[in-house]
């Protein structure tokens, strides 16, 4: 989970490169780096290829100019996930491994996109369907039948029991859909009017999706740690350089933290323990390693676990929309018909 700012609120962002785009391009470039050709050697090749040609050439020039390639990529508009790690570690040297990264975040995202259509691609038509139908439902068919019972019959009773059930869901479920819409679009405002503490202390409320969170947040800090100590940087100087960059604040905030412990002499184990979004496996390695080249080394392994088991939980509650959806809409239908049969066999039953 990536939070960034922009400008203004109502700046307009330059359309970002389709996910299948951007990882072409990390492959391309990731396979021209490691054949020995220089960054700027190799988008002059990747811009023979025309379905690249709109990223390398921009790219190309803004690099130039003395543009770093984070920066670069983020102005273009690649995945926040991806410009911010670049941002980041390209500093450290070694730019193949930090590509080889970008593939990876790249191919995952594109993984999880078309899971997603697919699975949201019937229970979509059906949403259609139902809206339609509810409309139909609750416009013509009940106020039909509100003009064939009387008031003081039993019926109506039952009538407009049901009524008053349906319009009630109905309220929720527009209330729900305002709501997202809502958040959506002023995600990048609530963010400037929120501190970073406020932040990490909403996100951690959030059922399950706190868990998510945790996973993707541990996951970039052990990446981030272990790309920044493998270049021979010292932990501090580490812990330093991720507290200075602003494109993670939560990870910004939290080597912050974990700097003014240092300097206290206190005990880093017991802070990562407590810190809300960070794995408790984590602090685990930092209390069985000692040694700054063995818990890099640790880390890179941990990154690959936190990053396979964060591609599985996203998968499974992807899978999850699907019979969550149909089940939900399964019984919104039944609600509607019992709407409509309920009071024609009352109706019948008093004749």
């Known amino acids: 989970m990536v939070f960034y700012q922009k400008e203004t609120f109502f700046k307009r962002k330059e359309k970002s490169p389709p996910l299948e785009i951007q990882a072409q391009f990390f492959k391309r470039l990731y396979q021209l780096l490691n054949n020995g050709y220089s960054l700027i050697n190799s988008l002059q090749l990747i811009q023979l290829e025309r379905n690249l040609t709109t990223v390398s050439l921009p790219l190309k020039s803004r690099l130039i100019n003395g ?44 993984n999880y996109v078309e899971k997603l259509k697919r699975i949201i691609r019937y229970p979509l038509i059906l949403s259609i369907f139902f809206i339609i139908l509810f409309i139909i439902i609750n416009n013509i068919v009940l106020p039909s039948f509100e003009t064939i019972i009387p008031a003081d019959n039993e019926t109506s009773f039952s009538l407009y029991s049901v009524i008053n059930i349906i ?3 109905g309220l929720i479920i527009i209330f729900l859909l305002c709501s997202i819409a809502f958040m959506y679009f002023m995600r990048n405002k609530l963010n400037t009017l929120l501190s970073i503490k406020q932040k990490i202390e909403f996100l951690q409320r959030i059922p399950f999706i706190n868990y ?15 790309t920044l100590l493998n270049s021979g940087m010292t932990f501090k100087n580490t812990l330093h350089h991720l507290s200075q960059q602003s494109q993670m604040p939560i990870i910004s905030y939290y080597s912050d933290l974990l700097i003014k412990e ?45 990053f396979d088991e964060f591609e599985n939980s996203i998968i499974k509650s992807i899978q999850l929309i699907q019979p969550v959806f149909f089940t939900v809409l399964a019984l919104f239908i039944v609600l509607m018909y019992i709407s409509i049969l309920w009071p024609m066999f009352d109706l019948i039953n008093n004749l």
């Open 262 to 306: 240092f300097r206290k002499g206190g005990d880093i184990v017991d802070l990562l323990y407590k810190l809300p979004l960070i794995d408790e496996q984590l602090a685990l390695l930092f209390q069985n390693n000692t040694n700054v080249k063995q818990l890099a080394k640790d880390l890179t392994m941990y990154e690959q676990i936190l």
């Open 167 to 169: 319009k009630i869901i």
């Open 67 to 110: 543009s770093s390639l984070g920066y670069s990529l983020q102005d273009l508009g690649f995945h926040p996930l991806m410009s911010s790690f670049l941002i980041t570690v390209e500093s450290t040297g070694n730019l193949k491994r930090h590509i080889s990264t970008c593939i990876k975040i790249a191919e995952q995202q594109i």
């Open 212 to 226: 998510l969170i945790t996973l993707h947040t541990t996951f970039l800090f052990s990446a981030q740690l272990s």
